[in-house]
């Protein structure tokens, strides 16, 4: 059965996460606001999924994953649903969760990074609350980095050096060099100098790109481009 995947066609977002676990998997898969070959996507179908009346249990918001009539919501949620379909995630159920802990752990670096260019309101623009963007920038940069890269480092010296669980990737592993490529492209300077004092996370961050299905996939006019309307936003002087 082919996935079905409601995602922004615009963004990598959240939705790359899972897009990195079904392009490494060979899994088949319709990204719907941005179609298959030959085919020109149907944005309006994100919004019918979230109005659907006919749902019992409606996401919240997107990514949603639809599988036959399953549908799931949540990139976490979505992760821990496809791991074992994907042969992303070890056999056992101490496995399962302790995958699970460590991309909720990347999940919460990930909207950390948002807050940076977003700290007062989601709805206003970045011009219009730069002055606390600065702000939580700093604090950032100097104190959740390192936390954070501490303790993936940790987590990666305490399994193998190589993998955050077990002895092959799993889709955590590919969710970490996601959020690192991410702040790489928001805070390059902060982000190249933090990766010098953590070997292993630097090296998974290299390893990953060169599995052999995503080497294409993210070389690929599919993969979309980082920029100013996603989670990883690059304004220079908030990597002062």
């Known amino acids: 059965m082919t996935y079905e995947l409601y995602y922004w066609p615009m963004l990598q977002g959240r939705g790359e996460f899972v897009r990195l676990a079904l392009e490494d998997a060979g899994a088949p898969y319709i990204d719907v606001a941005r179609g298959g070959p030959g085919d020109e996507g149907d944005p309006p179908a994100l919004a019918a999924l979230l109005h659907d009346p006919s749902l019992g249990r409606p996401p919240f918001a997107l990514p949603a994953l639809r599988d036959g009539d399953l549908v799931v919501a949540q990139t976490a949620a979505i992760l821990l649903y496809l791991g074992p379909r994907l042969g992303l995630v070890g056999p056992s159920e101490a496995d ?5 802990q460590i991309q909720l752990t990347i999940a919460d670096m990930r909207a950390e990074a948002h807050d940076t260019h977003h700290p007062v309101a989601a709805a206003l623009t970045y011009e219009e609350q730069k002055p606390e963007s600065a702000r ?9 980095i390192p936390k954070f890269f501490g303790w993936f480092e940790r987590v990666l010296v305490r399994n193998d050096g190589r993998h955050l669980a077990g002895r092959v990737v799993s889709y955590a592993d590919l969710s970490l060099f996601q959020l690192v490529a991410g702040l790489l492209y928001a805070f390059p300077k902060t982000t190249e100098a933090a990766l010098k004092k953590h070997p292993c996370l630097e090296a998974l961050h290299r390893a990953v790109p060169e599995r052999p299905r995503l080497s294409g996939y993210l070389t690929s006019p599919r993969r979309i481009p980082f920029n100013e309307q996603g989670i990883f936003r690059r304004y220079p002087e908030l990597d002062a």
């Not at 399962?96 to 699970?100: E, F, G, K």
């Not at 939580?136 to 959740?144: M, N, S």
């Open 96 to 100: 399962r969760i302790w995958t699970h």
């Open 136 to 144: 939580r920038a700093v604090d950032f940069r100097t104190e959740r």
